[in-house]
């Protein structure tokens, strides 16, 4: 749960409280007091209060090896790699394998030594994906294209259905249109949500420079992500947001890129994000006529790079308080919805409808109704997407670990009681040619 000094320090009005099953009541309340949300300036440091405050810095303990076991090695023909800048970067270094298939000790472990991820973050991130796009049985996922090396099954795995990994027709599930840098699967152009396109690089290193010297901050990624967002719109006839992946995941990544890679030294307890380094991390250089150029799967952990301090590291709570946050700023970033016929038809899905009547957009503004809104997603969406996947005995034992693994690592969203079964994609996405889940077809090993 987050606190209340939190909410009540995003000068929201008066909290919707997270006391079940009395929510539906309040909201209703907060409807009548303020239909449109009062837009706030993205802080500085979003997430939880106490980041705005840190100022340690332990040179030893922060310091992250590119050396040794995490020398920088390029990804072999066979090694998969795909959108996030960061699990590739990890990957190239040994923090997660280097071959690119996920796995539970690994990104428990790999993810806080390299960047200060905590545990309710990882485990997080571990279940829903492996639930979405990897194998709940095995606790693998690739963190690229379709991979057998995540399935239990091996290659007798696609008789049932593919594991999709999180690119390509991981589209809609933990991947969404209006990445960073990626492309939007189903675009006419520019459609690789594996690689990244420098036109989007440029936008975001343009807009730092506009307004702050250059060097990215967390209220610069803010802006870029309701600037994709709006790139989508205007540019692609099948752009889609769905609750899961759009509303949360997709601002969620925006946030990482400057808690997470930023650099961390005395002078710069908080962390700073320059354009050297991001280039490392995106896998970006830039000549001497200041053209970029991006390879695939280059992404690197900088030499002399320190992560967060591991009394400071970014949780669950914080990636909420951050996507509220975001909501606040940029009302975008919480429209479920899509293109309905053609480039700027956007029109909206009413949460309402989708949560059984009990969230509304302006709910999302509190991170405690927020997470409940994301668990209810995530929960009505897992058995779906299971089932495409698995069929009889491995059906059933998958069905089992939404209580066994799923649900635990959710936990940490909130107490949501009494919550209603959500609906999916599949039962609010009619009329929105964008809402079309696939788990396989030929571009599964696009990159």
């Known amino acids: 749960m987050i606190s209340k000094t939190l909410f009540s320090s995003l000068l929201l009005p008066a909290a919707l409280v997270s006391a079940y099953p009395d929510i539906a009541r309040r909201v209703a309340e907060q409807e009548k007091r303020q239909a449109v949300p009062k837009i706030l300036p993205f802080p500085e440091y979003p997430g939880l ?13 922060q310091f992250v090896s590119t050396s040794g076991d995490h020398k920088w090695i390029a990804p072999g023909p066979n090694d998969i790699r795909g959108p996030c800048p960061g699990l590739n970067a990890a990957a190239n270094h040994n923090y997660l394998p280097r071959d690119g298939i996920a796995t539970y000790e690994t990104v428990n472990s790999g993810l806080m030594e ?3 991820l905590d545990e309710t973050a990882t485990q997080f991130l571990q279940q829903t994906t492996t639930f979405f796009d990897g194998d709940p049985l ?4 690739s963190i690229g294209y379709q991979s057998d090396k995540t399935a239990l099954l091996g290659p007798l795995q696609s008789l049932l259905g593919e594991e999709s990994g999180i690119c390509n027709y991981g589209h809609l599930k933990s991947e969404g249109d ?11 152009t520019m459609n ?9 690089y440029q ?3 343009d807009l730092a420079k506009e307004r702050n010297d250059g060097n990215i901050s967390a209220p610069v990624l803010a802006e870029h992500q309701h600037n994709r967002k709006m790139y989508s ?6 752009y889609f947001a769905p609750a899961f992946a759009s509303v949360a995941f997709t601002p969620a990544a925006h946030t990482f890129v400057f808690e997470l890679m930023a650099n961390h030294s005395a002078e710069h307890p908080r962390g700073l994000l320059t354009p050297e380094v991001l280039g490392a991390f995106f896998s970006y250089t830039t000549d001497s006529n200041g053209e970029l150029t991006y390879k695939y799967g280059y992404e690197r952990i900088p030499d002399n790079w320190y992560r967060r301090a591991l009394d400071d590291q970014w949780t669950l709570a914080d990636i909420l308080a951050a996507v509220a946050q975001q909501c606040a700023a940029f009302p975008s970033t919480c429209k479920v919805g899509g293109n309905t016929n053609g ?24 991170p405690d109704t927020l997470g409940c809104f994301i668990s209810q997603n995530i929960q009505a969406e897992a058995p779906d997407s299971l089932q495409n996947v698995f069929d009889g005995l491995l059906l059933k034992q998958a069905l089992g670990l939404i209580s066994k693994k799923l649900l635990p690592a959710l936990a940490p969203l909130g107490a949501c009681k009494n919550l209603p079964k959500g609906k999916t994609v599949s039962d609010y996405g009619s009329g929105f040619p964008g809402a079309v889940i696939m788990n396989k077809g030929p571009r599964a090993h696009d990159h």
């Open 233 to 238: 719109i205007a540019n692609n006839p099948n």
């Open 343 to 366: 480039v700027n038809t956007f029109a909206g899905v009413d949460l309402g409808d989708i949560s059984g009547g009990l969230f509304n957009s302006a709910s999302l503004l509190d």
């Open 192 to 200: 690789s949500n594996c690689a990244s396109y420098p036109e989007f």
């Open 178 to 188: 209006a990445s960073i840098t990626r492309g939007d699967f189903l675009a006419p």
């Open 138 to 141: 095995s606790q693998r996922w």
């Open 114 to 116: 390299a960047y200060g």
């Open 203 to 205: 936008q975001l290193l």
């Open 49 to 61: 209060p106490t980041h705005a405050l840190y100022n340690k810095f332990d040179e030893k303990a």
